[in-house]
């Protein structure tokens, strides 16, 4: 009957319902002032005597200062406690002021208890129809919105927080809480009762849930990794907010549910940074960024310009990312930055920039890194990986640089394809040049006169990054939302991950530890199984993997055959021999050189054959510098193929 009643009234334009909350309160008032009497008489037909004129006075006192207070804008299906403070609030002045007029006029025969009385009778009813009618509204809204039955795992203020923010959304309905402190079980919030972790699977099954949203902001990797453990069997989607550095104002609204991310998935705490080391090469000096639009390059900038520099160069061959992160570092810190666009390649224009400012650290992120696409551009990725670093690292020596860091890659370990076997030659060439130490004989203007220092150059070698260019992570989730199919190359692949602030973090502390011609290596954690990592991601995403045991699951994985130059596996060291640093993610290489004459020679070969467009005998040098580099497949270059039928298409 009282949803009947209460329909009509959920469909009147918002002026309406003030209108009908108002007369309300016009009845509720006047029957609280009885109520009162009734109560301290024991009696249901009070004597009123001259408290008949409360009967009145009651409405002309509250009313306005309910306006005042702005009862009467408030959406009640969305009132909070603050509202309720205000019902407090006036209900509170109105009954000062009705018992201060009362005692003026010489009102006789009113008890000074009535006004008590009144007061907590008027509380109620105000407030107590404001409640019930805010959960009417909710009860109507869930009947005509089929919503998400929703566990929320985290009974803390984020939990509570997201609780309130739900109970009126269109999407979700939140049923029950879980939380890990046993002092908070069986206690209820706004109706939700707090469960164990160990009721996850009864309560599942039994309050029909379709999603369990994390509400631990505050919580390390490890323990959502454990977390997300128990819940991967249940056939429900996971989501989550974000960690608490990203709650810095301590709200949280529906916006900030996402997807379970990558690292909640590996549960890897980053490590604490080295303050000193990560000041070492930057605070106050003049930086720049090759490849600063770049994923790695870009995080690089980021977390340069909160390090104070006294200028911050973003040089970049690509116009669009260029701007982009210019414009990001604008509008985000108070770094002074300076975007210019060129090639590595051109040491003309990156000479003009390192004596022009008066550059003193170099961060080379410049790179062409993707595996396939190289194989098929063989001398563009000589070109720019080799070539380019060595004519940038040429450049650093010649304007008396103080740091050269070269972001190197695990794929430069007994590399298997075109891009690796690069960037193995990109380090031994800056090995050379350290273990040489040719004198630099002009002073740069930008410095004055005097003797220049000697260019200490340190390389950083690292795995896959979560959310690059080019990540599985966001491809299998834009693969799950398109409903499958899951393409992976080998069932048996594995990789590490780290994220990106974590590596960019890394790669500046390591570059601060250099003696020159280090190679340094980062602590990746433990390997992940692709295969496994797609079968999670399809679980939590509360679908079922189609196989051969499941033939009516929801997403298939297919596997498609390794990729030109695609290894099952990376590696950091190419052999065993890695000293430790005194940073416990940080490891010091010591592995075999060639001297700076040979690389010389091989570097004028390059150029000869990039001028006569030969790929083969251009890669074929590769493996004369990079010995351990075998190739799994033969060159792939279009132009190249037309001339030479012998090469090889996969």
Known sequence: MLTKLSEPLLQ???????????????????????????????????????????????????????????????????????????????????????????????????????????????????GGSRYMMRRQFQRLHNRQHDRTRIIIYGAGNSGMQLATALSSSPEFRPVALVDDNPALHKATFQGLKVYAPNDLPNLVESLNVGQVLLAMPSASHARRKEILQILEPLPVQVRTIPSITDLVDGNVTLGDIREISIEDLLGRDPVPPDTQLLQANITDKIVMVTGAGGSIGSELCRQIAK??????????????????????????????????????????????????FGVQTIYHAAAYKHVPMVEHNVLEGI??????????????????????????????????????ATKRCAELLLQALAEARPPIPNPSPARGEGSKPLTRFTMVRFGNVLGSSGSVVPLFREQIRQGG????????????????????????QAGAMGEGGDVFVLDMGEPVRIYDLAKRMIKLSGLQLRDERHPDGDIEIHVTGLRPGEKLYEELLIGDNVLPTH???????????????????????????????????ARAVLQQIAKEFTPQCDVVDYEYSNRHPVAEFR
């Open 383 to 420: 070109r720019n990986n080799v070539l380019g670093t060595w004519r940038t690292a040429q450049a650093a020596q010649q304007c008396g640089v103080e740091t050269f860091v070269l972001i190197s890659t695990d794929k430069a370990v007994r590399p298997t394809n075109t891009m690796g």
């Open 307 to 356: 390090l104070s520099p006294s200028q911050l160069l973003l040089f970049e061959q690509s116009e669009f990312a260029l701007y982009t992160i210019d414009q990001e570092l604008r509008t985000e810190t108070h770094c002074p930055v300076i975007p210019l666009l060129g090639s590595v390649t051109d040491s003309g224009r990156v000479q003009q920039i390192l004596r022009t």
């Open 583 to 617: 940073h416990s993610r940080i490891m010091r290489a010591q592995e075999q050189q060639l001297p700076l004459a040979v690389l010389e020679n091989y570097i004028q070969q390059f150029e000869e054959l990039i001028t006569t467009q030969n790929p083969v005998a």
């Open 12 to 126: 009147l334009p918002r002026w309406q319902k003030r209108l009908v909350m108002l007369a309300l309160d016009c009845v509720l008032l006047p029957f609280a002032i009885w109520a009162a009497f009734a109560l301290r008489h024991s009696t249901w037909i009070p004597d009123l005597d001259d408290g008949v004129w409360l009967l009145f006075l009651a409405p002309l006192f509250a009313i306005p200062i309910f306006m005042k207070l702005g009862l009467y804008r408030a959406v009640i299906r969305y009132i909070t406690g603050h509202a309720m403070m205000a019902v407090l609030q006036g209900v509170t002045l109105s009954t000062l002021a009705l018992a201060t007029v009362s005692t003026l006029a010489n009102l006789e025969g009113i008890p000074r208890s009535i006004y008590i009385i009144y007061w907590g009778t008027a509380f109620l009813l105000i």
């Open 485 to 508: 199919p899951i393409t992976l190359t080998h069932a048996d692949i594995i990789r590490y991950f780290m994220t990106i602030p974590e590596a960019a973090q890394l790669v500046i």
